[in-house]
């Protein structure tokens, strides 16, 4: 049997050589009668058949009879373009050319000749050309476009893949116009084409996508959201997740935007401020419940993030809710207990609350944490001082009250109100020399104190009372 194969090829072989053999034969005999058509013919034959080495015996001698044919400089360039050599390719094509120059297969001969020998500027040209004889070769159009595309010429590749489509259609050149618009920011065109394709091809991502970025641009914030939502999962990069997020939420999707913005994390853990940009920026603009919710978000995510529950309860105290305030502001002390605004704050919640002896706890807790620290945080100081000496005189703890509006009294020298709080807690302790002095400098600034003139009085000490309502004596 492999003999008989053997065979059975020698046979063909052999045929096939004949055949060429008779073809030259033909051809040469053409030329010697001077028939120089049935000779190119018979060359194109060879070409066609990829038998270079015998169509140019045809077409040398035809050459040099000084044969003036479009079509032998043409099947010179198509020998050459088979064999690779382009330079001789291009050459002999544009000899052709020289003869006939609206003829449109040859100036893509010639084009595909100057593509493959990197000659790319030369072969738009070519392609040009074509479409000033052929206005409407769609072909042309698209292999321009698309070196043009290539060579990264975004804003001439887009002009003639528009002129490509408005011919013919196709999925790949909506793809690579909606993305060279990209390129050039040229959003208003990039949303018609992508739109436009989207028609004809609603399940190409990439037209997605591209859509998706182009309303974005144009604040088509719905329409983002729904382009963005049509793209796999594994097609978002995380520019294109934070954007879906971000048109959710100025359609005020939160929700949805949320679950977009998770999946940035989950791509890229080091992403998860986001919510707390979000919720920061919610808090700036006085969207207190938004804030709450993106700053649950950061927390669901990292449990641990201190300043999540801090600033989430700035949030619920700005809303009143003093029971939330104050559960945020326990879990940011329980991660870090040394934070002064989660201690002042959770101190003014507490005051809001009346839980008076929680709000003392927390002021004790300021002063310790501003020691050394005086001039930073003397308003705070100040506050928790006079608090704790309210709270100390109210208890009947008048040894405690007197500590504290005495710091008060070096603090605010000026102020009466802690002179006046001094001379009663000394007159309830019966310390009479020192109520007497610390009320007659209170009337001495505020001389309608009653209590300080009441306590005169009953001291038998209203000598230093202010007469006529005047400071002094």
């Known amino acids: 049997m492999k003999k008989r194969v053997l065979i059975f090829f020698g046979i063909v072989f052999t045929i096939i050589n004949i055949n060429a053999q008779n073809a030259l034969s033909d051809g040469e005999k053409a030329i010697k009668n001077k028939d120089y058509a049935k000779a190119l013919k018979i060359a194109k034959e060879m070409i066609d058949a990829d038998n270079t080495s015998d169509a ?33 390719a291009i050459n002999y094509y544009a000899k052709a050319e020289a003869i006939d120059s609206l003829d449109v297969s040859l100036k893509f001969k010639s084009a595909d000749a100057l593509v493959k020998a990197e000659r790319y500027t030369e072969a738009v040209n070519k392609y040009l050309k074509i479409v000033q004889i052929d206005q409407k070769n769609a072909k042309a159009f698209l292999q321009g476009a698309t070196i043009l595309y290539k060579a990264k010429l975004f804003a001439d590749a887009a002009v003639m893949f528009e002129k490509y489509l408005a011919l013919e259609q196709t999925e790949d050149a909506y793809q690579k116009i909606t993305r060279a618009l990209l390129e050039t920011h040229n959003y208003e065109k990039v949303y018609q084409f992508a739109l436009e394709g989207l028609k004809k091809f609603p399940n190409d991502y990439l037209l997605n996508k591209n859509a998706a970025i182009a309303s974005f641009s144009l604040q088509k914030f719905e329409e983002a959201g729904k382009y963005y939502s049509a793209i796999p999962d594994s097609e978002m990069t995380i520019s294109d997740l934070k954007n879906a997020g971000r048109a959710y939420q100025m359609i005020k999707d939160d929700s949805t935007a949320i679950k977009f913005y998770e999946r940035v994390i989950q791509k890229d853990s080091t992403q998860s401020a986001l919510f707390m940009d ?36 700035f949030a619920y105290y700005e809303e009143n809710n003093w029971d939330g305030a104050r559960q945020a502001f326990l879990k940011a002390k329980e991660l870090v207990d040394t934070t002064f605004t989660t201690n002042y704050w959770l101190a003014q919640v507490y005051t809001k609350m009346d839980s008076s002896d929680a709000a003392a706890e927390q002021y004790v807790k300021i002063l310790k944490l501003t020691e050394g620290r005086e001039s930073q945080f003397k308003d705070y100081i100040l506050e928790a001082v006079v608090n704790l000496g309210q709270r100390a005189f109210l208890k009947k703890n008048y040894t405690a009250a007197i500590t504290y509006y005495r710091r008060a009294n070096q603090m605010k020298p000026n102020d009466w109100r802690y002179m006046e709080s001094l001379g009663a807690c000394y007159q309830t302790l019966q310390n009479y020399d020192e109520a007497i002095k610390w009320y007659c400098a209170t009337v001495k600034i505020n001389p309608k104190s009653e209590t300080a003139r009441k306590g005169l009085r009953m001291m038998s000490a209203d000598d230093c009372i202010p007469k006529n309502g005047k400071n002094g004596k």
């Open 56 to 88: 140019f015996k045809i077409l040398i001698p035809l050459e040099q009879k000084n044969v003036s044919d479009k079509k032998l400089f043409e099947y010179f360039g198509d020998a050459y373009s088979k064999m690779n050599v382009l330079e001789n």
């Open 278 to 313: 979000m919720a920061n920026n919610y808090f700036r603009n006085k969207d207190y419940e938004m804030a709450i919710k993106y700053y649950s978000a950061k927390i669901k995510l990292d449990p641990a993030f201190e300043s999540a529950y801090r600033n989430m309860g």
